[in-house]
């Protein structure tokens, strides 16, 4: 079982320079999240989609766009990266029906921004 | 809003040795509350929850009882293994949003000596 695949799982940018980070689950789950994960900081909601065509934004959005492209695929831009993006980003997601449900995560995707 | 506080690590113990590690939280509605664990270059895996008052979520010889009189969901193992080595993150998810949306702590890194 697949599971949520992310890809790729090391990137290197230059500041300015734009990216698609790609996620992908094969459980039919509803909900999919964008999650970063900074030394001490815990994991901080980026952005998330409940459902097929609908995206929110979570608890820090700036300097970045989601695309729910179906109910399978959920990825991650950034338009013009910039140091303070340098972070380790999971893609998640849940069956999201009542809120009680857990989540699953990806591997990670690595990013320094230089 | 919603927040969770853990103890601040890192822990270091001794195999055999007892677990705990203190989360607290904060939440508006009647939330779900889980504990995840993440292996060295892997995403989070879920390793327990509880979905209300007085529930004793329990795997792997960890438990965690959910106490909404101290708003408290401690997780404790009665003998660690070198195996156990990794980082714990508590959280809660919000039902109200039917979104499924966690709050993270920041996490807790147990290192487990032999």
């Known amino acids: 079982n697949a599971g949520v695949t992310q890809t790729p799982k090391f990137q290197v940018l230059k500041t300015g320079q734009s990216m698609t980070l790609q996620c992908a689950q094969d459980m039919n789950h509803n909900s999919m999240y964008w999650y970063r994960q900074d030394p001490g900081m815990g994991l901080r909601l980026i952005y998330y989609?409940?459902?097929?065509?609908?995206?929110d934004k979570g608890e820090v959005p700036n300097g970045y766009n989601v695309s729910r492209l179906n109910k399978r695929e959920f990825s991650l831009r950034l338009e013009s990266a910039a140091p303070s993006q340098t972070s380790v980003y999971f893609c998640?997601?849940?069956?999201?029906?009542?809120?009680?449900?857990?989540?699953?995560f990806g591997s990670g995707t690595q990013l320094s921004v230089l | 809003g919603n927040s969770v506080t853990q103890m601040e690590g890192p822990v270091t113990l001794s195999e055999e040795a007892f677990l705990t590690i203190n989360c607290t939280y904060t939440a508006t509605g009647y939330p779900s509350l889980f504990w995840y664990v993440q292996y060295p270059g892997e995403g989070l895996q879920l390793l327990l929850k509880a979905t209300k008052a007085d529930d004793k979520g329990s795997n792997k010889g960890f438990e965690a009882t959910y106490r909404k009189e101290t708003t408290s969901f401690h997780l404790e193992k009665g003998s660690v293994q070198v195996s156990d080595s990794a980082v714990y993150f508590c959280?809660?998810?919000?039902?109200?949003?039917?979104?499924?949306?966690?709050?993270f702590g920041d996490g807790t890194t147990l290192t487990v000596k032999p």
């Open positions: 959280a809660l998810s919000d039902r109200d949003t039917n979104a499924g949306k966690s709050t």
């Open positions: 989609s409940a459902s097929e065509g609908t995206t």
């Open positions: 998640a997601s849940s069956s999201g029906v009542t809120g009680n449900e857990k989540l699953f």
